[in-house]
């Protein structure tokens, strides 16, 4: 259930002046009643109906969230070139604590097109804005996340005995909302009549007490923690380029340059708590972790042992070995560097022809199906193999003569360069640099033609737009990246994990022909 | 107008105070399927504390019957280092957070023997905790708020709870509770009989001790006193039996995994050779296999000879050719509604005929010992049978079985506890204590390393459980004090 009112009251003051005010209520009420009956062993074979099966498991569970807001905007506009905008927010949510369920959040924005009062008329500078804003942002935990319960117990009723049983899952009593705080400036330019655009952006958020499912450990008797887990930064810079480089008639040619980054660093996690783990993968141990002072999208994990300025070392069985004197390291870092796009739009007459590039530059990766490649032979990188015991490393290995000093390795392994080698995950898998890779990428995203049949018999037809259109995706891909498709995720786009793939479909290449009739 | 504003004002201005006032509004946070702890009886915790005992048991097991060479996967392969976390999780996720609420319900209702069940129940996971991962954490384990990162306390101190908790448990079972309070059916073990909690506690007492002579802290009369007041017969053995709705987890990761072409367990060369007349050739005649044999397993052609395989090998039995032997579809471990076993009267029996032995001065290599001994192991055997539901009496009779008490050996014994054990947990500390000598456990092998995970370890018997990733991410100090190698031995096999 969703209730909205709002108010609007709108005044001119004078000719030049106006302001606008909205007050308004929102609450929302919603509830979601999940029923599951699971049957087994059916005693009719191929009768697929619930009443034919032998043992039967039911399960219910509601949800409700309500959240009730009061907010209001107040708009003052001076001449079509000075806005300003402040609103204020107030919110009540049924899933924090009662003593802490009420907050106010702000924000305020200002602009100033100051083309009005310089470069007046000007074709060169056609229009110019200056931006600022300030706004503030609270949120809630999800349902039933604050305090501790007791449930129905997995596999019971067990032969007619009914249990329950504690919850692993346990959250802080005392929640906090989450607040987030973002500055953003920026700057639109146009020149040459708007054939010329220029946008930029410089934001920056300081989230404080996240709330987040902390690992805590097992032997507490709860498996994770939802707490308020420490405050990050994150910001970036976000630039748009965009030009008519022809436009007549007959031609009209546009290309669009983007370019962004972002990064985030944790600026403070509770002193009980030594990270936040967002995602893990147990096999090869591998994390997507940050720690206090780590950038956002570290990654951690083991790397190889290397001694003398980085040359791999060599036990005395001849292998490399992973380095699991420190603990886990960081290994890499999952967030791009920067990534940026060059798009084109050209039309000759009905014609249109129209290309998209993208490139991802740095963001480190981790990819499952690589790795069980690996550790079942069928990876080009296992292809190099050994069966006689003397295949020697490269590397260095402990100086018999003194043991404090390193010498290139001449310790044949005791095996041989085979499949336990390439299966072994502390000789092999378990190295980030084995597993982890570089997925940078550069992309042709989309390109596409289409013929607009404008004008030519539609009139008779009474069609008022005819067009034929064709267009690929992901088409074409350069990547150093030994896999599938670098851009695939384990998790979802919304799930803010990344630096894993492997198990998800990987995107797909497309191809459409399309035809569109308006009539 | 300004009439209009004013009274929608006013009903914005009531309705936000209706809803904001109203603090019953927000309280909608609780789950519906949830309870509180104070609506809770606690026989309604109890029922799931015992499966999730039973779970820990089979859990561990699943790894540790791979170290002790009864299973492999697909029969032959070997497990490399593990950190058992199915076993972690149980003990320390589902069940002793909710022993602890019995135990507090059972002090606030006087209810004496229900928490004297509790103890026993805590005694037993702790006591699988110890074995497997050494040092663990108990005096600071499941209290999260006090303890949010527990230390954890050495094996020693750990068994020494172990103790206390058991001791506690008799005397509160032995005397008087008057609270009105009784087990019922939600006692998966005994149906809420307490004098068969009460011979548990002392069986489970004498396998302790068992484990703590090595290190001297326990004697062989400690264990004989124990026992004297423990399991008196196959209806004492602490097992939880499967309902018909319900799948027994050895079915599903032999029989079912098997029939869908799923990775599944099947038995390892060590124990077939054990039980087919191999490593004890029978010299009657008229017994040609263990009667156990084709009550647990099945074997792909009735004709051939038994054959598992060797453990880390590719699918070789030990006389060359492809093993043939898998678990039976309806066998006493692999029926849909098997047992889960904790410990079993034939175990009792067969402990007391190693303590009686080791008291009249045996060791690893002698031969030799008094009657009790030799009617311990004797009746161990018969128990066993009796417990598969077997005719044991020509096997009994054959003089590769019935060596006389004058040439019994510590391998008899523990070859029949061996047998008698297939699955339970026990074995692999049996192996630890005796340090995986093959004059105790004939013919055991070192797994072959054909398919092994880590090449580190080739050659070297796994000695304990790695602490779970779990642990070792949230509370990395602690676990870096007192992390191990996987081939060190735990504290009591030093």
Same mark, same amino acid.
């Given at each position: 259930?969703?209730? /909205? ?51 039967? %498991?039911?399960?219910?569970?509601? /949800? ?7 907010? *209001?905007?107040?708009?003052? %506009? ?95 009593? #005392? ?93 403070? !996690? ?143 392994? #005791? ?105 | ?8 004002? !006013? ?29 809770? *009886? ?269 453990? *880390? ?182």
């Amino acid at each position: 259930m969703d209730s /909205n009112l709002l108010i609007t009251f709108t005044k001119d003051w004078s000719e030049k002046f106006s302001t606008s005010l909205l007050v308004g209520n929102q609450i929302s009420d919603r509830k979601r009643d999940y029923d599951r009956m699971y049957g087994e062993r059916l005693n009719i074979p191929y009768y697929n109906h619930i009443s034919n099966t032998t043992t039967r %498991d039911n399960f219910n569970s509601i /949800n409700q969230e309500r959240n009730v807001g009061i907010f *209001g905007e107040l708009k003052l %506009d001076y001449d079509d070139k000075l806005f300003l905008s402040v609103t204020g927010r107030n919110d009540w949510l049924s899933t924090l604590p009662e003593e802490n369920n009420s907050f106010f959040y702000p924000s305020v924005s200002a602009s100033y097109v100051f083309t009005q009062d310089l470069f007046k008329d000007s074709d060169f500078f056609s229009f110019g804005k200056l931006r600022a804003s300030y706004a503030e942002v609270g949120n809630g935990p999800g349902f039933g996340e604050t305090g501790q319960y007791i449930y129905p117990a997995g596999n019971f009723p067990f032969g007619g005995v009914g249990g329950y049983a504690t919850s692993d899952l346990a959250g802080n009593e #005392n929640l906090k909302p989450e607040r987030s705080k973002s500055w953003e400036v920026g700057a639109d330019l146009r020149f040459f009549k708007n054939r010329l655009r220029f946008d930029y952006a410089y934001y920056t958020t300081a989230i404080s007490d996240q709330i987040f499912r902390t690992s805590v450990p097992y032997s507490t008797g709860i498996s994770r923690y939802v707490t308020n887990a420490g405050d990050y930064e994150t910001w970036g810079h976000e630039l748009m380029i965009a030009g008519d480089i022809i436009k007549n008639d007959t031609w009209t040619w546009e290309l669009i340059y983007n370019f962004a980054t972002n990064e985030g660093e944790v600026t403070d !996690l509770p002193d009980d708590i030594d990270n936040i783990t967002y995602a893990q993968d147990l096999g090869p141990e591998i994390f997507s972790r940050v720690k206090e002072g780590d950038k956002m999208g570290t990654m951690y994990g083991y790397k190889y042992r290397r001694e003398n300025d980085g040359q791999l070392y060599i036990g005395a069985d001849g292998y490399p070995t992973i380095d699991t004197r420190e603990g886990y390291v960081v290994v890499g870092n999952a967030f791009p560097d920067f990534v940026t796009s060059l798009g084109s739009n050209l039309r000759w007459k009905n014609f249109s022809f129209n290309f998209l590039f993208e490139w991802k530059e740095g963001g480190d990766k981790y990819d499952w199906t690589r790795r069980q490649m690996l550790r079942q032979g069928t990876s080009k990188a296992t292809e190099f193999r050994v069966r006689t015991a003397d295949y020697v490393f490269d590397g260095v290995m402990v100086d018999p003569a003194n043991p404090d000093n390193y010498i290139p390795n001449t310790n044949p392994t #005791n095996r041989g360069l085979d499949e336990d080698y390439y299966r072994s995950w502390s000789r092999y898998t378990g190295a980030a640099e084995v597993i982890l890779q570089d997925a940078s990428w550069v992309k042709l995203r989309n390109i596409g033609v289409s013929y607009d049949f404008a004008g030519l018999f539609l009139k008779k037809w009474n069609i008022t737009n005819f067009v034929l259109s064709a267009s690929a995706n992901n088409i074409l891909l350069w990547t150093p990246y030994d896999g599938y498709d670098p851009e695939g995720s384990t998790y979802s786009a919304g799930s803010g994990i990344y630096g894993f793939s492997g198990q998800g479909i990987p995107l797909t290449e497309n191809y459409s022909f399309g035809i569109q009739i308006g009539f | 107008m300004k009439k209009i504003i004013k009274i929608t004002s !006013l009903l914005v201005a009531i309705l936000i105070g209706f809803v904001a006032c109203n603090e019953d509004y927000f309280d909608v946070n609780t789950p519906a399927d949830s309870v509180d702890v104070d609506q809770l *009886g606690m026989k309604d915790l109890m029922g799931p504390v015992l499966y999730n005992t039973m779970i820990a048991q089979y859990s561990a097991s699943t790894g540790y019957s791979n170290y002790s060479q009864y299973i492999g996967g697909y029969g032959y392969s070997a497990l490399g280092r593990s950190t058992f976390s199915g076993a972690w999780n149980s003990v320390y996720l589902s069940v002793l957070p909710n022993v602890r609420i019995i135990k507090q319900k059972a002090i606030d209702l006087n209810a004496t023997k229900y928490e004297a069940v509790a103890m026993i129940v805590e005694a037993a996971n702790m006591g699988l905790a110890a074995d497997t991962w050494d040092a663990v954490p108990y005096s600071q384990a499941v209290q999260p708020s006090a303890y949010p990162k527990p230390n954890f306390d050495a094996q020693e101190t750990v068994y020494n709870e172990i103790f206390k908790l058991l001791d506690q448990a008799i005397v509160k079972l032995e005397g008087t509770d008057d609270s009105g309070y009784n087990l019922g059916s939600e006692d998966l073990i005994y149906g809420g009989n307490y004098d068969k909690w009460l011979r548990a506690a002392y069986t489970l007492k004498a396998r302790y001790q068992l484990h703590l002579l090595k290190r001297g802290k326990a004697t062989t009369a400690d264990i004989l006193t124990n026992l004297s007041k423990g399991f008196v017969s196959n209806a004492d053995n602490f097992v939880m039996n499967y309902p018909t709705d319900k799948l027994n987890p050895w079915y599903q990761n032999t029989i079912l995994t098997r029939n869908t072409g799923n990775y599944f367990e099947a038995p390892c060369d060590q124990l077939i050779s054990m039980m087919n007349g191999k490593y004890y050739p029978f010299e009657s005649g008229s017994v040609t296999e263990d009667p156990r044999l084709p009550a647990i397993f099945d074997k792909t052609n009735p004709a051939d000879p038994w054959r598992g395989g060797l453990n *880390g090998g590719n699918g070789e039995s030990s006389d060359g050719l492809p093993l043939n032997t898998y678990f039976k579809d309806g066998g006493y471990y692999t029926s849909a509604t098997a047992p889960l076993v904790m410990i079993t009267f034939a175990e009792a029996l067969f402990i007391k005929a190693e303590a009686h032995f080791l008291a009249g001065g045996g060791t690893s290599t002698s031969s030799g010992a008094d009657a009790a001994a030799y009617d311990a192991y004797k009746l161990g055997i018969a128990a066993s049978m009796a417990q598969f539901g077997v005719s044991g009496g020509a096997y009994l009779a054959d003089t590769s079985v019935d060596v006389g008490a004058e040439n019994l050996e510590l391998n008899h014994i523990m070859k029949e506890k061996y047998i008698a054990n297939i699955l339970n947990s026990e074995t692999y500390n049996d192996f630890r204590r005796y340090n995986f000598s093959t004059d105790v456990f004939k013919g055991l092998q070192i797994r072959l390393g054909a398919e092994a995970e880590d090449p580190e370890f080739a050659g070297q018997w796994f000695k304990r459980g790695d602490y779970p990733v779990s642990e070792r991410n949230a509370n990395p100090d602690v676990v870096a004090e007192f992390e191990e190698s996987p081939v060190t031995p735990v504290w009591w096999a030093q």
